[in-house]
């Protein structure tokens, strides 16, 4: 196993394999999305009690979703950077960033978009809010903290620290947030997830969900490939490569 | 012949390759350091001596291959090489606010020494008389001169020295110069990088190794 | 020559060092208690004098107060001795870094942690902390305030070799910072309520266990990067 995830530390092997990757995500991720949002923004029934306005739960619910899957990956990358010193792990995880952090703040304005029709007001101390919130602040103390390097071979494994200490805050803050939430929470504004979803509505979230899971990934892999041309500028084989597409 | 040779390797560089702000400073470089040697890394302003040393010493990551110590790389074995390696950058850990005899036994007592009398090797490097003196209050020859205290109390094989003569008079140097000869006679390596010509130790015994300047 | 130091004896040297030279430049205790006592005394500056307003907000307004003093005031955890290259030093030792990391916080913390804890009973007076709340409140900053130090350390450990140290530390951990202060303050409230408030302190010192066995290992990690 780890004999294999070796041979993909070479950057030249990871620029190959991501690009080779590429095309199917971006291609899945087109036709997932294209299909889940058009199904739910056009087919979908109506909802009896919140009419048309439920419908931005096809792109709220996937950028929630996908806003703590992404975090979860970037610490992941980026532990497996630390424990095994792969560099590319940790460029890995320095990519995903940024896309985590405007899924997340897609997340939650969608959400206040959401609350103003329903609740009537843009923003409420709601636990899944506030930790979504939360979350959007450990996401741009990754990048901030990546971008304050000047060596980025450094940020990189900085910026990975700091994911996995966030990553093993976030349990603890998420469950402190709705243990707090729980104590104050007026019993007025609730967001009722219901129980039962008809299928109709159903299977356009899940399709978008997935959708989005697989453009983060293909995003994910444009900003890794470029991420290690940046890094490896001066090897051979990026110059080689440069020659090759005719720059300079 | 071949064994004899492994047996007494002490640090060992493996294709070493250092890149500093998208600049190669080094690429590829290997060498073997046995033990009774005495090596200056030398070469122009910004060639990498610093950050090579800082890699044999195990504070830099280098960009690819492996810094080793007895033939082990040294992030698998940084106990056991920290328990032999004794380092002094250009600022060697001298805090100004503390005397120069409060920064000696706190350097030694941390590197793991309990039997030493800190007046005895504050004598040895010129600064009897000033054990009371705040380091910040010192010269700066004597200031350097603290930090190297630590060579005259040490068992550690391996020396890394960033400019240990910078700010030492002439008679200092030779002190310094006998000390590396009597440590490598005892089966230890000293690394370091300087400017300054060495009266005592002569070509014959030290071994250069050059690294150039490199524009791309 | 004799290796017979062991790891408690390294431990106190180097706390002992550090609190020598705290003694030596004494700006560095006072400032951050004066900064807390000044943040404290501003709300009700802000908010209106009147005591059931400030009584009500009391628990929240000392705490954040001291969660911006501890982060101001580990600013200079290790700056000193990166400028210095006691950190190289320190790195390069042959004892535990862990222990090393652990014995620095814990000067730290003696040095700025407890003279806060000692000067919250008066500046809660000045906010008419309710009668009940004072045992809640010196028993969530004593457990409180180390985990600060520990959490805080590691954003510090981040940034030291950085020159835009200040705003970009507070980014890093803040948001770290949540836990303790949510169940601080309810701790406390409840304890002006007459409620039990232990099942906070236990979860607080959870989180202190927890940060004393990871946090160590997250600092000295970072330290390597940031001498790298």
Do not use: C
């Given at each position: 196993m780890w004999k294999w995830l070796h041979s993909y530390a070479d950057p030249q092997k990871a620029y190959k394999l991501s690009g080779t990757l590429l095309p199917w995500f971006a291609t899945l991720a087109f036709l997932f999305i294209g299909v889940g949002s058009i199904w739910g923004l056009l087919f979908a029934p109506v909802d009896y009690q919140q009419g048309d306005s439920y419908r931005i739960i096809f792109i709220h619910v996937p950028a929630a979703s996908m806003s703590m899957s992404a975090y979860m990956a970037m610490a992941t990358s980026a532990f497996i950077g630390l424990v095994w010193q792969i560099k590319s792990a940790d460029w890995a995880a320095a990519a995903i960033a940024p896309i985590g952090a405007v899924v997340t703040f897609i997340a939650l304005i969608t959400g206040a978009?959401?609350?103003?029709?329903?609740?009537?007001?843009?923003?409420?101390?709601?636990?899944?809010?506030?930790s979504e919130l939360v979350l959007l602040f450990l996401?741009?103390?990754?990048?901030?903290?990546?971008a304050s390097f000047e060596d980025k071979v450094l940020a990189a494994r900085a910026a990975g620290?700091?994911?996995?200490?966030?990553?093993?805050?976030?349990?603890?803050?998420?469950?402190?947030?709705?243990?707090?939430?729980?104590?104050?929470?007026?019993?007025?504004?609730?967001?009722?997830?219901?129980?039962?979803?008809?299928?109709e509505m159903l299977y356009p979230l899940l399709i978008n969900i997935l959708g989005f899971g697989l453009m983060i990934g293909a995003i994910t892999l444009i900003r890794f490939r470029a991420e290690i041309l940046a890094r490896n500028g001066m090897r051979p084989w990026v110059r080689e490569l440069a020659k090759a597409e005719g720059v300079k | 012949?071949?064994?004899?040779?492994?047996?007494?390797?002490l640090v060992s560089a493996d294709n070493l390759t250092c890149i500093r702000e998208e600049r190669i400073l080094f690429d590829e470089l290997s060498f073997d350091i046995q033990a009774g040697e005495i090596v200056q890394i030398e070469g122009p302003n910004g060639a990498g001596k610093t950050s090579l040393l800082r890699i044999l010493a195990g504070l830099s990551r280098p960009y690819a291959g492996e810094a080793k110590y007895k033939g082990t790389d040294i992030t698998r074995c940084r106990d056991e090489y920290n328990d032999d390696l004794l380092y002094l950058g250009h600022l060697a850990g001298v805090k100004s606010e503390l005397t120069a005899e409060e920064n000696l036994n706190f350097n030694l007592r941390i590197s793991g020494y309990d039997d030493f009398e800190t007046?005895?090797?504050?004598?040895?490097?010129?600064?009897?008389?000033?054990e009371e003196a705040l380091a910040g209050h010192l010269s700066a020859g004597q200031h350097r001169r603290t930090a190297l205290a630590r060579l005259w109390h040490t068992n550690c094989k391996v020396w890394l020295l960033d400019e240990p003569f910078t700010a030492i008079d002439k008679k200092g140097v030779e002190e310094l110069e006998h000390l590396f000869l009597q440590h490598a006679q005892n089966g230890g390596c000293v690394i370091m990088t300087t400017h300054q010509d060495m009266s005592i130790i002569g070509d014959d015994i030290l071994r250069k190794i050059r690294l150039d300047y490199r524009f791309i | 020559m004799n290796k017979g130091i062991?790891?408690?004896?390294?431990?106190?040297?180097?706390?002992k060092r550090d609190l020598k030279i705290a003694i030596r430049h004494k700006g560095d205790i006072f400032n951050p208690l004066l900064f807390f006592i000044l943040v404290v005394t501003l709300f009700p500056l802000g908010i209106g004098p009147e005591p059931q307003v400030l009584t009500r907000v009391a628990p929240g307004i000392i705490w954040v107060a001291a969660l911006l003093a501890s982060m101001l005031s580990l600013e200079r955890l290790f700056k000193a001795d990166f400028a210095d290259g006691s950190l190289e030093q320190m790195l390069l030792s042959p004892q535990p870094l862990s222990l090393m990391v652990l014995a620095k916080v814990l000067a730290h913390w003696l040095l700025t942690?407890?003279?806060?804890?000692?000067?919250?009973?008066?500046?809660?007076?000045?906010?008419?902390?309710?009668?009940n709340s004072y045992?809640?409140?010196?028993a969530t900053l004593a457990l409180g305030t180390p985990v600060l130090s520990l959490l805080g350390a590691i954003g510090v450990a981040l940034t030291v070799g950085l020159r835009k140290g200040g705003v970009l530390l507070s980014l890093l951990i803040l948001p770290l910072y949540i836990p303790v202060l949510i169940f601080a303050t309810s701790a406390i409230d409840a304890a002006g309520l007459n409620l039990p408030y232990s099942g906070h302190l236990a979860i607080i010192g959870a989180m202190l266990v927890g940060s004393l066995i990871l946090a160590p290992f997250a600092i000295g990690a970072s330290l390597r990067v940031s001498t790298n």
């Open positions: 978009a959401w609350g103003k029709p329903m609740w009537g007001t843009w923003w409420v101390w709601d636990a899944r809010l506030t996401y741009l103390g990754v990048i901030s903290l990546y620290i700091l994911a996995i200490v966030g990553v093993i805050n976030i349990p603890i803050i998420k469950y402190s947030v709705e243990w707090w939430n729980s104590l104050h929470q007026p019993a007025t504004i609730k967001i009722t997830e219901k129980s039962s979803m008809a299928p | 012949m071949v064994e004899e040779k492994t047996a007494t390797t007046n005895q090797i504050l004598a040895k490097v010129n600064l009897s008389g000033f | 062991s790891f408690t004896q390294a431990f106190f040297t180097l706390l942690g407890v003279p806060l804890i000692l000067v919250a009973p008066l500046l809660a007076v000045l906010l008419h902390l309710e009668a045992g809640a409140l010196m």
